[in-house]
Nanobody, 115 residues
Framework: QVQLVESGGGLVQAGGSLTLACVVS????????MGWYRQAPGKQREVVALITAGDYTTTVDSVKGRFTISRDNAMNTLYLQMNNLKPEDTAVYYC?????????WGQGTQVTVST
């Protein structure tokens, strides 16, 4: 059974950095697209960054140049390096994986950026 577990969230001042990790238990491969999403209070969940088969990456404009998505296939771990954090980055961050047509989500990790 595939499970995704995020970690690394917390409280940080504006301008600070955090690194989120998402460990995949069960079978995973570098061919499985993965991504980071976030959901702020009162808002819909939105995509932040994606990594596809072959490790092609993309990030949304609001975090471009500040956030970097990567993965360690040997460790079955997805990362999101977040630099120069802003209060508007405050949200619950979720990792996501698509495998053989099934979509998996982690439980989320809270990121709070103070002014």
């Amino acid at each position: 059974q595939v499970q995704l577990v995020e970690s690394g969230g917390g409280l940080v001042q504006a301008g600070g950095s955090l690194t989120l990790a998402c460990v995949v238990s069960g079978f995973a491969s570098s061919a499985d697209p993965m991504g980071w999403y976030r959901q702020a209070p009162g808002k819909q969940r939105e995509v932040v960054a994606l990594i596809t088969a072959g490790d092609y990456t993309t990030t949304v404009d609001s975090v471009k140049g500040r956030f970097t998505i990567s993965r360690d296939n040997a460790m079955n771990t997805l990362y999101l390096q977040m630099n120069n954090l802003k209060p508007e980055d405050t949200a619950v961050y979720y990792c996501n994986m698509i495998q053989r047509g099934a979509v998996y989500w982690g439980q989320g990790t809270q990121v709070t950026v103070s002014t």
